[in-house]
């Protein structure tokens, strides 16, 4: 019996229309579709596709505790997977969904390295946070030969700083509760003026701001961009008032 294909789709950053055609036609063939989702509540990813989802499909909702800890989220992707792999071994294909790319800071690459090497795999790239955050800001993320790094928010200060100081343009992701210690740091290192902030880029809530203007409390889907490369142009971020280009 033919084994059935596992599908990593990168669905995109919220925006229904960012989903890309080939992701659409897959996520229309395949009859069971997998997700991740907090502890509580709805799942981002399928939100994302809500309405493009077949009416008959079958779906794995995979509860991911959000915490630093690997544990118990390792456990249940382990759960996923073998749930997972019980559809594939009845010619079932399986679409898993994954908010913005799968292979960047994507929770498929989970379920890919349990099973990748069973079961025939496809990934489908999606727009990620870093480009949405970017147009969002109406601000090109890097230049010439400059040198872009991307570092997660949870981070000490003692190692941003580090990074931070050997790149031209720099994206801070998963900022959420550490705002007020970014924003510090930045400040500190006279980088204020040179930071934009993102929160929820491309859905109709999305917020656009200057660092300085940036609210208190962020969620965690927020992305914080700084410039400090070869073009003067880019390292103000003029955002229009109320917030938003």
């Not at 596992?6 to 229309?17: A, C, K, Q, S, W």
């Not at 003026?193 to 880029?201: I, K, L, N, T």
């Not at 914080?224 to 971020?237: A, N, T, V």
Request: proline content about 8%; some cysteine.
């Amino acid at each position: 019996m033919m084994v059935g294909k596992l599908y990593g789709l990168g669905v995109g950053p919220g925006d229904p229309e960012l989903v890309t055609l080939k992701a659409h036609r897959i996520l229309q063939s395949c009859k069971v579709v997998a997700y991740p989702a907090p502890d509580e509540g709805d799942s981002f990813a399928r939100s994302i596709v809500e309405t493009h989802l077949p009416e008959d499909v079958t779906e794995i909702c995979m509860r991911v505790p959000m915490r630093v800890e690997r544990f118990p989220a390792q456990d249940v992707y382990d759960e996923g997977a073998v749930e997972i792999a019980e559809h594939l071994k009845t010619g079932r294909d399986v679409a898993v969904l994954c908010e913005g790319d799968p292979f960047f800071y994507g929770s498929f690459m989970y379920v890919f390295e349990r099973l990748a090497r069973d079961y025939p795999c496809e990934i489908v790239p999606g727009v990620n946070s870093l480009s949405a955050c970017a147009s969002s800001l109406a601000r090109p993320l890097t230049a010439r030969n400059d040198v872009l790094t991307v570092l997660p928010g949870p981070l000490d200060d003692n190692t941003l700083r580090d990074h931070i100081n050997s790149s031209d343009s720099i994206a801070i992701m998963k900022v959420g509760r550490h705002l007020p210690r970014l924003r510090g740091l930045l400040a500190d290192m006279g980088l204020t003026a040179q930071s934009g902030y993102v929160e929820r880029a491309s859905l109709p809530n999305q917020v656009v701001l200057p660092l300085a203007d940036a609210p208190e409390k962020a969620p965690y889907f927020s992305m914080i961009l700084i410039y400090k490369g070869q073009e003067d142009w880019l390292r103000e971020w003029p955002v229009a008032a109320g917030g938003h280009l």
